[in-house]
């Protein structure tokens, strides 16, 4: 259940990130390039910006994940520590 609360907040995120750079890239600018006409063009500018925010997203979510895992380690270790000094 944890694990799937994860992947979907994660999905959201990305999702929200993505829907976001796509409105930014259409109407800041990005007009221009999608009156272009040529399809090539739009859809390697949407994918790159894209690609950008993936990679900064997934950077920073796997950056806090292994975070979570070295307290959680620390936790267990104190944890047994505990047991141990108490028996």
């Not at 990005?30 to 272009?36: N, T």
């Not at 399809?39 to 993936?54: D, R």
């Not at 959680?72 to 505990?82: D, F, G, T, W, Y």
Request: aromatic content about 10%; glycine content about 6%.
């Amino acid at each position: 259940m944890k694990e799937k609360l994860k992947l979907i907040l994660r999905f959201i995120g990305i999702f929200i990130i993505c829907f976001i750079t796509i409105y930014l890239v259409v109407f800041i600018g990005g007009w221009k390039l999608f009156e272009s006409g040529d399809p090539i063009l739009m859809e390697i500018g949407v994918a790159f910006i894209l690609a950008i925010f993936m990679t900064a997203i997934n950077e920073v979510l796997t950056q806090h994940q292994n975070k979570i895992k070295d307290l959680e380690e620390r936790i267990a270790k104190l944890e047994s520590a505990n047991k141990n000094g108490n028996q």
